[in-house]
Structures are given as C-alpha cells and as structure tokens.
C-alpha cells in the first residue's frame, strides 16, 4: 500500500457516508493494542454526513458516540488511515441502513468486557458468548463490522462474528480500497 499523505481540508468534501478510518495511535493503549494483534492498526470507525458536518461514529473508551471527524483527527495522537468502500460493493449497500445501525448504538458503553473475551478467544481458544451479535456494549471494530453486517447488508469481514474482528481485519477487507493518511492542519482564522 503506498502512503498517499492528505490535509483534512483538502479532501472533506469526497469523503462519503460510510468510509472507514482505521488509527494508528502513539498512545500506550495503542501501541499495546497493535504489538498484542500483531497489527497496524488500534481503532477504527466510519463517516457519517450530518447536515454540512462530517462526523466519526465510533465506539472508544468514552463510548458509542459521534464526534467531529475534524476534531477526531485533529485531536489524535498518530496516523489515521482513510478507506472508501469499493464503488462495486457501494453499488447494493444499504448505506443508511449502516447509519441507521450506528445512530441506534450511540450512547452505549465501551465494550471492555466483548474485547477482554475476543483477547481470551484468540490467545487461549476460549469460546465466545452464545449470541456475540447482540452486544450491551461494543468495541470499535465491532462495533463498525456490525452496523456493516446488519444494517448495510454487507459485512466487511465475512468469515468473522462481529466480536471476532479487530481493525487490521477491517482494513485488509477486500470491499474496501485505501485512499491515504488523513493528518489535521487547523484553518488559518487570521
């Protein structure tokens, strides 16, 4: 994948509902995450058009919420990798199906206890709960790969449950094409 580097700015306007951003964090968490996956990626979450905002539904320690992709990117502490799904796969999305799935989670809690299991799941082959699509709380990938599964009609990463998927399976999705790194350089309000 070569790195194709973009201002915020510059690109706000061809982002679409429903385009992934997948995170590469300096943060402790982040880097502990991705040296515990074997992966590059600790986060992910989508673009939503809301009015003239583009806004990151995503699922973090905070919770299920919708902020700013703007503010999202320019508060975060490393790349942010930015995905648009294949215009083929676009073509039978049910993209407000997608959005409709994430409106109806947010405000739900971080789901600490959905990724502690997957972590137990993949190192140590323990079982995952018996309906893992019916979650109290989401983590980011999970949360991302079911509002794809259930409300668009088209998972991202077919041969895993929801609670099995992290954000490096989403980003090697082959539904999904890479645009470049998305970094935040505020407007000049002078």
């Known amino acids: 994948m070569a790195e194709r580097d973009y201002v915020y700015d510059a690109i706000r306007e061809q982002i679409e509902d429903c385009d992934i951003l997948l995170f590469r964090g300096r943060y402790l968490s982040s880097r502990i995450f991705e040296k515990l996956t074997r992966a590059r990626y600790s986060h992910s979450g989508m673009s939503a058009w809301w009015g003239s905002r583009v806004m990151l539904l995503q699922a ?11 503010v999202a990117i320019g508060a975060y502490d490393g790349p942010v990798d930015w995905y648009k799904v294949k215009p083929e796969v676009r073509a039978s999305l049910r993209t407000e199906g997608v959005l409709a799935e994430a409106r109806s989670f ?40 079911h509002c794809f599964r259930v409300g668009g009609g088209c998972p991202l990463v077919e041969q895993r449950e ?9 980003g090697n999705s082959e539904k999904l094409e890479y645009m470049g790194t998305i970094s935040h350089a505020p407007r000049n309000l002078a």
């Open 60 to 70: 973090e320690f905070a919770g299920i919420q919708a902020v700013p992709l703007s």
């Open 106 to 145: 947010l405000g739900l809690p971080f789901g600490y206890a959905d990724l502690i299991r997957e972590f137990l799941h993949r190192g140590f082959g323990e079982p995952l709960p018996p309906d893992p699509n019916k979650p109290g709380g989401m983590f980011c990938s999970e949360f991302v790969e």
């Open 162 to 170: 929801d609670m099995d998927t992290f954000p490096q399976e989403i």
